[in-house]
């Protein structure tokens, strides 16, 4: 088994801030994802990293940077909190290849509120 | 555009009784669906899954029957539990790579007991 870590658990910024969210995970795992979660909406896809020296944008990577600093570990950072903003951002990861790489394995997420 | 919806956007049964969720998708390329299950606080879980060559995946209480013709499908859970209280989403991909998953906006059920 395995575990992923994301920090912080809550992250209160202001307004314009550049904000960073960090996700930890020891499944030895070769892709990994963040993905945002709002109220009402599902979960959507921002940046994914398919193996430690690629970055891919999703379909709402807009207003995001993601680094993937090595293969355990992937960074998003806000670059600029929009007002009023609230959301969790959800991190994941799979396996490369065969089946096993269709099961997402998450994170317990990073609640962001933006004053 | 919205291609995997779900309903009803919440959902309340007894304990015992069977919980219908629903789910529906626009593109006929998608042969992939997982149903996920989050409880509050914590991440989404992969719960079951079902590919288009199939009609219906069971897995203890909870049933995947599954429609091609009509772009429907549905999660089943039997006797229902207080401990299934939990948010349900869909999601369906066309291709291998978890990057493709489209996630439908989710269910959530409560289980009064």
């Known amino acids: 088994g395995g575990i992923i870590t994301q920090t912080p658990k809550f992250l209160i910024g202001q307004e314009g801030q550049k904000l960073t969210l960090k996700c930890q995970q020891n499944f030895n795992h070769d892709t990994m994802y963040w993905y945002r979660q709002d109220s009402g909406k599902g979960l959507r896809l921002i940046y994914y990293?398919?193996?430690?020296?690629?970055?891919q944008k999703g379909d709402l990577s807009e207003g995001y940077d993601a680094s993937r600093e090595k293969k355990s570990s992937f960074s998003l950072t806000v670059t600029s909190a929009q007002k009023n903003e609230m959301a969790v951002f959800l991190c994941?990861?799979?396996?490369?290849?065969?089946?096993?790489?269709?099961?997402?394995?998450f994170g317990s997420g990073t609640r962001l509120t933006v004053l | 555009q919205q291609q995997v919806r779900q309903s009803p956007q919440s959902l309340t049964v007894w304990e015992g009784e069977t919980a219908i969720l629903n789910c529906s998708y626009e593109?006929?390329?998608?042969?992939?669906f997982p149903w996920y299950q989050q409880f509050p606080g914590e991440g989404p879980a992969l719960l079951i899954s079902?590919?288009?060559?199939?009609d219906k995946k069971e897995d203890g209480r909870f049933t995947i029957f599954f429609n091609k013709r009509e772009k429907k499908l549905s999660l089943h859970i039997t006797d229902s539990q207080p401990g299934d209280s939990a948010t349900y989403f869909c999601a369906a991909s066309a291709s291998s790579g978890s990057w493709q998953l489209i996630f439908g906006s989710g269910t959530q059920l409560t289980v009064m007991p």
């Open positions: 994941a990861s799979t396996p490369l290849g065969g089946t096993s790489a269709e099961t997402l394995y």
């Open positions: 593109d006929s390329t998608f042969n992939y």
């Open positions: 990293s398919i193996t430690e020296n690629d970055l």
């Open positions: 079902i590919r288009s060559v199939s």
